[in-house]
Every structure is written in C-alpha cells, then in structure tokens.
C-alpha cells in the first residue's frame, strides 16, 4: 500500500518536471531537483541497509542462542511445586540494530517437565497426572523484537504465545474419516500466555561483530503468565525464576543453529511373548525423516523402542487412538506410536499427529506405510510436531503453514508427499522440546518458499 501510494507521488512529481520543462525551461528542472531531493532526506537520515522509504533492512551477523536447562517456581493460587525444565532463544542482531537497542528474535520457546497437573485441572481419566508444560512464541507477529537497555545492558522482551500440555491434548477434535489423509493433522486447544524475560550479562554486548564463537555468562528472569481455559477447565497459573545463565555468541554468517528432536518410537505387542511387535515402519519412516529434516539443520534422537502389551490396539481404528496416545507419555521427547495397521488401513491416510509444534505433540502410524511408497510419511507427520500447518490452512499463531509444493502437502495412503523443504519452512519451525547448537552454515534445502517450490500441492 505505502509503496503504491509512494509510485504514485513520484509520478506526479515526474509529471511536473516535464511540465515545468515546456513552461520553464531546464533551470527550473534543476531547481526542482534539488528541492526534491532535499526534501526526501530531510528527517529520514537513511543509513546503512537504509531503504528510500526509511526502512531498515538489517544484515543480521551477530547470533545469540541459548538452549540452557532452568527451574521454576509453579504458582496456582496458594499451590507451588518446584521444576525444571528448558528455556531455548535463537536471537540475532547487528552492530546497527544494537546501536539502536534492538535485538530480534527468531524462535523463543520453554518446556517445564514433572508439573503437577492436578494442581490445574481435575484428574485425567486417561494418562499421567504430572507432564510437560511447553510454551512457544506465536509465529503471526512476525519476528519477536528485545530491547537493550543503554544504561544496564538488559535484554528483554514481552512475548506474546501459547502454551501446551497433556490435560488439553486429551481434548482433540478428531476429523472425519478422509481417506486421502488431509484430516492427518488432529488440533488440540492451547492457554493463551505471555512471557516476560530479561538476560543480564556479565558484559555489555560490543556492537561488533564477533570473529568466531564464544560463550557469555549472566543470569536470566523469566516470568510465564498463563491465562485460563474453559474447555477443558484449567485454572490461570505462573512458572517465574533467576538463575545464571550461558549465551553463545557467534557470528551470524559463518555459523548456524542446528536443531535436535528426541523422539520415542512405542511398539504393540499382543502378548509380553509377542515374537512380532510392531513398528517395522520406524527405519524408512526415520530415513525419509532425516533426508527431508537434515535439509533444514534439523536431526532426531530416536530413543529405543517402548513396548505396550495390548492385542486390540495391533489393528487400530479411530477410536482408540486416545488410548494408545495415553499409554506412553515422555515429558522431554514425542512419541510416536506404530500400529500394525488401522482400520480402515487408510485412516488419516496411514497415520497421524496431535497437536502442532507444541512439547504434548504425538504421532499414531502404521507399519502400513512400510510398503515401498509412503516413504515420507513420517516426515510430513514429524513436520506437524515441528509446527507446521498443511501449505493450504490458514494456520494459527502457533503454527503457521508451510510451502506449497514441499513435503507438507498432503499426499494420502499408498502417494508419497514431496521430497522438497524449504527455507521458508526452516524459518517457521519450532518446538519447545527442540535442543539448539551450534553448527558451520549449510545451505541444502530445495527452495525458498511457494514461489519456487511449487505453486501447488
Ligand atoms: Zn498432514
């Protein structure tokens, strides 16, 4: 809008030099000019990465990033319980933005592990009553912007999110039966919740750009306010704490966050004896998972196999879903439950995810995948838990949608989905289980977004 409006003053100014030409001649077109030309910088003082219309277009080359193991003190109402859990920030700035105070950050998450849910909500029928609180930045905002004080040196924001766990997961609302699998992304509600956060460093940042990676000491203060929920009921609650704290610094071009997902494949057996336990889809399904993720600086930790004895659940249908879900639930890593089949064996197209880009995230396969095509699969579903939506949702503040023409189209039972990640994917993705580090930077994903991956699904 701004730029139309913007052409459309620069015509008329370019409509009144030549005017001014046929009635005054070429001094008054040189007057002009210099008018113009002053009065455009006249306030603006463009400056580095400066664009004509003042915005700044900022080369990011300095990277912060953090993936530190934290407490917190739980608070509902007159109850506390002590936890512990991780607190992940992948910020970036430049010696321009930090002359003028400003940090952006690209993925701020927390994951609290063993709170006491009862605490919040009435017991579960189902599942554990102690579980993983995770919260994540909405993604709509665009990118999430800190403040350096000049005087002290903190580092703070205000993060507008939402948050996660097991007692909301349990309230999924199933789709209908689509054969073609574009009902394989099951929603979950989610607290609405605002973090409060300041990082005091030992030593002001130099507004430099750092040669090579080091790490910087101080301490943080998070405050997680969480609002109240309907349905299900869950009471308003607060997880707040200090305590020292480790940055990376490093430089922005060279190096890169790389990012781990520990996931916990859970095997059926139809008795303890069971010589067949599921979950021969793990090892394509995981191939094609790192193929697709790896192009996107993400790898997984697969944990060995848990195993649950139940015959009924080896052929699984719609409705006990929610009980296989409820029978494994790890607070640090996401489950993903193999069945041997579903009935129908093309149920949400072979298989399906609850929840998006959230720490209470879970995945129900089946070894019916493991049939020569659906070999990516898994990794669509696992780009659900990463917290991207099918390319033609809308999406939501907590989970944006992906890339036409990339592996998060829909391509239901015995079709496999595109081999293709973008970057537009890597730059939305995000899970508070997620554990950052430091790598060389490596371009290797397909394309950028929509535009040239493909217009369509
Ligand atoms: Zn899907």
């Known amino acids: 809008m701004l730029s139309t409006k913007f052409f459309y003053i620069k015509l008329i100014a370019v409509l009144l030099m030549c005017f001014s030409v046929v009635v005054f001649g070429q001094s008054a077109i040189e007057k002009k000019r210099a008018l113009m030309s002053k009065q455009e910088t006249k306030g603006k003082r463009p400056g580095k990465n400066q664009d004509e219309q003042g915005i700044i277009h900022p080369d990011f080359t300095i990277g912060l990033m953090s993936s530190s193991d934290i407490q917190g003190t739980f608070k509902a109402g007159q109850n506390k319980q002590e936890v512990k859990g991780r607190l992940n920030l992948d910020l970036m700035t430049s010696p321009e933005l930090l002359e003028r105070g400003v940090i952006e950050g690209r993925d701020v998450t927390l994951a609290l592990f063993g709170v006491d849910y ?129 940055f990376d610094l490093y430089p922005y071009l060279l190096v890169e966050v790389g990012r781990n997902l520990c996931v916990q494949p859970v095997q059926i057996l139809e008795k303890v004896t069971d010589p067949d336990p599921t979950g021969d889809y793990l090892a394509v399904g995981m191939t094609g998972a790192d193929t697709e993720w790896n192009k996107a600086d993400v790898t997984f930790t697969v944990r060995p196999f848990k195993q649950v004895v139940n015959p009924a659940w080896k052929v699984a249908s719609s409705s006990e879903r929610a009980a296989i879900r409820a029978s494994v639930e790890d607070d640090d890593c996401i489950e993903m439950f193999f069945v041997e089949n579903h009935d129908p064996v093309d149920l949400s197209g072979g298989g399906a995810a609850w929840g998006g880009g959230t720490a209470t995230s879970q995945i129900v396969t089946s070894d019916g995948n493991n049939n020569g095509i659906d070999n990516t699969h898994l990794a669509h579903e696992l780009g659900h838990v990463l917290g991207l939506h099918h390319p033609w949702e809308t999406g939501s503040a907590s989970m944006p949608p992906a890339s036409y023409g990339t592996l998060l189209c829909g391509s239901g039972w015995m079709n496999d989905n595109p081999q293709v990640n973008s970057q537009e994917n890597k730059d939305l993705l995000s899970n508070p289980l997620l554990q950052f580090t430091l790598k060389k930077v490596s371009a290797t994903v397909d394309c950028n977004d929509s535009t040239d991956c493909g217009p369509t699904c």
């Open 118 to 246: 009862t605490k919040i909500a009435a017991k579960r029928a189902n599942g554990k009553n102690t579980g993983a609180i995770g919260f994540s930045a909405a993604k709509s905002d665009g990118p999430i912007s800190f403040k350096v004080d000049r005087t002290s040196g903190i580092i703070s924001a205000t993060i507008a999110g939402t948050v996660d766990n097991a007692v909301l997961s349990d309230y999924a609302r199933e789709g209908a039966k689509d054969p073609r699998g574009f009902n394989d992304f099951i929603p979950v509600p989610f607290q609405r919740a605002t973090l409060d956060l300041q990082i005091m460093l030992d030593e002001p940042l130099s507004a430099k750009a750092p040669r090579r990676a080091a790490k910087k000491k101080g301490f943080v203060s998070y405050k997680l306010n969480v609002r109240s929920s309907k349905q299900p009921q869950i009471s308003g609650y607060t997880i707040a704490a200090k305590f020292p704290f480790i």
